[in-house]
């Protein structure tokens, strides 16, 4: 048996702590974020890692300003198209070298000011992985609502602590970070990955702005395919409810076949039963529907993974030294 992988050594260069920030319609917002986070003073030192998820807007502008202005190390990628959110955040993973990353938002929604304090938790308490909690969520009510849909439905999918809310700002050590890394399917899901590595997982309650300008980057139509990860990239759980359906319908049709057997040998006056009829065959019929829709989006992902879908495709990284203040004063 060949002896396990050791671990990658630390970096005594690497900054104590990495925020990784994708960038999606940011241009307003992420500026004022990076400014907010330059002030910060964690243990070790800090480095910004912005990823542009192929904005539409001028965000590509506003993050390569940064870069020339920046007092703290900056790194920039820019992806060729949009990915999505947890794709952006797996290709700022990468990029990150501290001994601790946190993920957070571009809308300054996450208060800067609480980074210390998740980072501190997580590197003081010896944790893998803290999430944050928030005790008034300032998204809309629909939004919280399909919030609290997905963290029900990761309680049943994935092993995760049982009533653990799965929030993107949250902080990861190197070592989870690099496992989570790894991964190359087209579909992420940076919270179930988390779930495969480790179990030393904590949370602490923080404040929840409201969003600082526009509007939330994720419709009805995003979270649905948020969900869809959540369920078929990391579970089995979909296709056994499928059969779990198929064994239940098979149950209720024998118990129909043996119902009519018995009227028809004792009664000899079998009802046309019409209605009854077309209800078992839509029930069914639904039934054969869900679980072969089922097994698509399942044979799909696998065909999309097996024909190399991109992750995520990296169409540039800059780097800035954060020596910005001190070249002004030379």
Not at 113 to 123: M, P, S, T, W
Not at 263 to 276: F, N, R
Request: net charge positive.
């Amino acid at each position: 048996m060949s002896p396990a992988p050791l671990a990658t050594p630390p970096n005594p260069a690497a900054p104590g702590l990495s925020i990784v920030v994708p960038v999606y319609r940011g241009a307003a917002t992420v500026g004022l974020l990076v400014e907010a986070l330059a002030n910060l003073r964690p243990e070790g030192g800090l480095e910004v890692v912005l990823v542009n998820d192929g904005s539409p807007d001028n965000s590509g502008e506003i993050c390569r300003a940064l870069l020339r202005s920046a007092v703290v190390p900056l790194i920039y990628v820019e992806h060729a198209r949009n990915y999505g959110e947890h794709n952006a955040v797996m290709t700022g993973l990468r990029h990150a070298a501290g001994a601790y990353v946190i993920t957070m938002d571009d809308d300054l929604q996450n208060p800067p000011g609480e980074v210390i304090k998740l980072y501190d938790h997580a590197r003081l308490g010896g944790w893998d992985v803290v999430y944050t909690r928030y005790a008034v969520k300032e998204h809309a009510g629909w939004r919280n609502l399909g919030s609290r849909f997905a963290n029900k439905v990761a309680d049943w999918l994935l092993d995760k602590p049982r009533g653990l809310y799965l929030s993107s700002f949250r902080c990861m050590s190197a070592l989870v970070v690099q496992s989570v890394s790894r991964y190359g399917g087209p579909y992420p899901y940076v919270d179930g990955l988390i779930m495969q590595v480790t179990q030393r997982i904590d949370s602490i309650e923080v404040r929840h702005l409201p969003r600082a300008e526009g509007r939330s980057n994720y419709t009805l139509k995003r979270l649905v395919r948020l969900w869809l990860n959540l369920a078929t990239s990391f579970s089995l759980a979909p296709l056994r409810l499928a059969i779990f359906a198929g064994v239940a319908m098979a149950a209720l049709g024998m118990a129909g076949a043996a119902a009519t057997i018995f009227e028809a040998l004792v009664t000899h006056a079998t009802p046309s039963g019409w209605a009854s009829t077309m209800t078992v065959i839509l029930l069914v019929s639904g039934v054969q529907f869900m679980v072969l829709g089922v097994m698509g989006e399942y044979v799909g992902r696998t065909f999309l993974s097996a024909n190399g879908k991109p992750q995520g495709t990296v169409r540039l990284v800059e780097r800035s030294d954060g020596a910005a203040d001190a070249r002004g004063r030379s």
